[in-house]
C-alpha cells in the first residue's frame, strides 16, 4: 500500500514528502496525505495535468470557473510560490499550513498584509485598502453605498496609519492587527475539511462610530 501511494503521490507536479512537509509546516504527516488526496480532486477539476490553474482555484472557491474577483486572484498569487501561474503540491500545502490553527500568529499576519498590498511595494496603501474590501464585499454579496464604503475606508485607514504618511507599513499593520484580532480569524481553518470547502477572506473592516453597520465577511 505504501509502495504503490508512493507511486501516485511522485505523479504529483511539486510532491514533496509528507514527512519532509511536515516538518517544515505545523501539519502533520497523515494531514499532509489528507491535503494530497484534495490536491488531486482541486488540481484535475478542470484541467486534468496535476496542476491547481487559476480557474480551478475559483471553481473550489465559488463553484464556479469564470468568476472572477480580485480576493481570490491576490490568495492564488500568494498561494503560486514560484510565480509560474500554477500551484504545484508543495507550494498548496506550505501556503495552506498558514491556515493551521497552530501556525504562528505573525505568518498569519504577514499572509494578510501581503494579500492587501496588491501592488508588492511594501506596504498598503488608501487605494489598495478600497480595491480589496470593495472586492470582498462583492464575494459576499454584500451591496453599502459608495459613502458607506469610503467612510469604512477613510476610518480604517486613518487608524492604521499611526505616522501619518499615506501608506500602512507591516510594524504598523501588525499594531492594528494587535488591536483588531479579529481581523485575521479567518486566517485560521479548525478543521482541514473546512479547507475544500471555505477559503478564508480577509477584510479590515472595524467598527464604524455613530453608525449601524455592521460587516462581517466570510468565506462561504
Same mark, same amino acid.
Given at each position: 500500500?505504501?509502495?504503490?501511494?508512493?507511486?501516485?503521490?511522485?505523479?504529483?507536479?511539486?510532491?514533496?514528502?509528507?514527512?519532509?512537509?511536515?516538518?517544515?509546516?505545523?501539519?502533520?504527516?497523515?494531514?499532509?496525505?489528507?491535503?494530497?488526496?484534495?490536491?488531486?480532486?482541486?488540481?484535475?477539476?478542470?484541467?486534468?495535468?496535476?496542476?491547481?490553474?487559476?480557474?480551478?482555484?475559483?471553481?473550489?472557491?465559488?463553484?464556479?470557473?469564470?468568476?472572477?474577483?480580485?480576493?481570490?486572484?491576490?490568495? &492564488?498569487? +500568494?498561494? @503560486? $510560490?514560484?510565480?509560474? #501561474?500554477? /500551484? *504545484?503540491?508543495? =507550494?498548496?500545502?506550505?501556503?495552506?499550513?498558514?491556515?493551521?490553527?497552530?501556525?504562528?500568529?505573525?505568518?498569519?499576519?504577514?499572509?494578510? &498584509?501581503? +494579500?492587501? @498590498? $496588491?501592488?508588492?511595494? #511594501?506596504? /498598503? *496603501?488608501?487605494? =489598495?485598502?478600497?480595491?480589496?474590501?470593495?472586492?470582498?464585499?462583492?464575494?459576499?454579496?454584500?451591496?453599502?453605498?459608495?459613502?458607506?464604503?469610503?467612510?469604512?475606508? @477613510?476610518?480604517?485607514?486613518?487608524?492604521?496609519?499611526?505616522?501619518?504618511?499615506?501608506?500602512?507599513?507591516?510594524?504598523?499593520?501588525?499594531?492594528?492587527?494587535?488591536?483588531?484580532?479579529?481581523?485575521?480569524?479567518?486566517?485560521?481553518?479548525?478543521?482541514?475539511?473546512?479547507?475544500?470547502?471555505?477559503?478564508?477572506?480577509?477584510?479590515?473592516?472595524?467598527?464604524?462610530?455613530?453608525?449601524?453597520?455592521?460587516?462581517?465577511?466570510?468565506?462561504?
Amino acid at each position: 500500500m505504501g509502495c504503490a501511494s508512493s507511486k501516485r503521490s511522485k505523479q504529483l507536479h511539486g510532491y514533496e514528502d509528507p514527512s519532509v512537509l511536515a516538518a517544515e509546516t505545523p501539519f502533520t504527516a497523515s494531514e499532509v496525505e489528507s491535503l494530497e488526496e484534495l490536491y488531486k480532486k482541486l488540481s484535475n477539476s478542470i484541467i486534468a495535468d496535476g496542476l491547481i490553474h487559476k480557474e480551478e482555484f475559483h471553481l473550489a472557491l465559488f463553484k464556479n470557473r469564470n468568476q472572477r474577483n480580485l480576493f481570490a486572484d491576490r490568495v &492564488f498569487d +500568494l498561494f @503560486d $510560490l514560484k510565480r509560474n #501561474g500554477v /500551484i *504545484e503540491f508543495g =507550494e498548496f500545502v506550505r501556503s495552506l499550513g498558514i491556515f493551521h490553527p497552530n501556525a504562528p500568529v505573525a505568518d498569519k499576519i504577514a499572509f494578510a &498584509f501581503k +494579500l492587501y @498590498d $496588491l501592488r508588492q511595494t #511594501g506596504f /498598503i *496603501e488608501h487605494e =489598495e485598502l478600497k480595491e480589496m474590501v470593495l472586492a470582498l464585499l462583492h464575494e459576499s454579496e454584500l451591496v453599502l453605498s459608495e459613502d458607506i464604503v469610503e467612510m469604512i475606508v @477613510d476610518k480604517t485607514f486613518s487608524e492604521a496609519d499611526t505616522k501619518g504618511d499615506g501608506k500602512i507599513d507591516l510594524e504598523e499593520w501588525k499594531a492594528f492587527v494587535s488591536k483588531y484580532p479579529s481581523l485575521i480569524k479567518n486566517m485560521t481553518l479548525p478543521y482541514l475539511k473546512d479547507i475544500s470547502i471555505a477559503f478564508p477572506s480577509f477584510v479590515v473592516l472595524p467598527e464604524i462610530e455613530d453608525s449601524d453597520v455592521s460587516v462581517s465577511v466570510n468565506g462561504d
